[in-house]
């Protein structure tokens, strides 16, 4: 069975610019999170999805930050413009049923490096 | 939020058991405790999970206490490879939010 994926897995830009940040999940998981990851934190969420619906978005900085989920499949984040302290790694998780019980399976992440 | 209390490190000694606790003093009744790991440069993996019950499997054992206010995520047999750092969450219906876990460290 084929993990997450997730691309690019490095990129480096300079503030104010604009990045993109795809991710497929398991075939069949319904729900998608993203969560980012400063050096030396746990992984904070961004935004989780059911199917193509959000679900909770409470903490993505909605002024720069935006994230899709077209046909409930893949999913991109884009930030729009960059600051310094997005700096960070951008994980992606997906998971199969939405239940207490349910399993996040995680992909190797994005790293965003903004000089 | 429900919130998860560790240590920020721990260190262990290969091949001997390793005891990660997690306080979690404001769980509620529908709140199940979920622990994952993150190797180095890796997204995080789940380890295990449980509601009132200890579990186990391949990974871990997971030792809950009677009142559910503190939780114990035990490796029988450390290796080299499960340096990482260990998660403790309180997982409510989607709810999954971690915190900055620990650190576990383990000497040949």
């Known amino acids: 069975e084929a993990g997450v994926a997730q691309s690019p897995r490095y990129k480096i830009i300079e503030k104010r610019q604009s990045v993109a940040f795809w991710c497929n999940p398991i075939?069949?998981?319904?729900?998608l999170y993203w969560y980012q990851q400063i050096l030396g934190q746990g992984p904070k969420l961004l935004i989780q999805f059911q199917n193509n619906g959000v679900v909770d978005d409470s903490q993505l900085p909605k002024d720069r930050f935006s994230a899709e989920r077209l046909k409930g499949v893949d999913s991109t984040l884009k930030i729009q413009p960059a600051k310094l302290e997005d700096s960070a790694v951008y994980l992606c998780?997906?998971?199969?049923?939405?239940?207490?019980?349910?399993?996040?399976?995680f992909g190797e992440g994005s790293r965003l490096t903004v000089l | 939020d429900a919130k998860t209390t560790q240590p920020n490190s721990m260190e262990s000694n290969e091949e001997e058991p390793v005891h990660l606790p997690c306080n979690h003093s404001?769980?509620?009744?529908?709140?199940?405790i979920h622990w994952y790991r993150q190797l180095p440069s890796q997204g995080p993996e789940y380890v295990i999970h449980g509601l009132t019950s200890n579990v186990n499997n391949r990974m871990a054992s997971l030792a809950i206490a009677e009142d559910r206010k503190s939780s114990t995520l035990i490796l029988h047999r450390a290796t080299l490879r499960d340096a990482a750092v260990y998660y403790c969450i309180l997982r409510r219906n989607n709810d999954m939010r971690f915190g900055a876990g620990t650190r576990l460290t383990v000497k040949p």
């Open positions: 998780a997906s998971s199969l049923v939405t239940a207490n019980t349910g399993e996040l399976f």
């Open positions: 404001t769980i509620s009744g529908t709140d199940y």
């Open positions: 075939s069949g998981h319904a729900t």
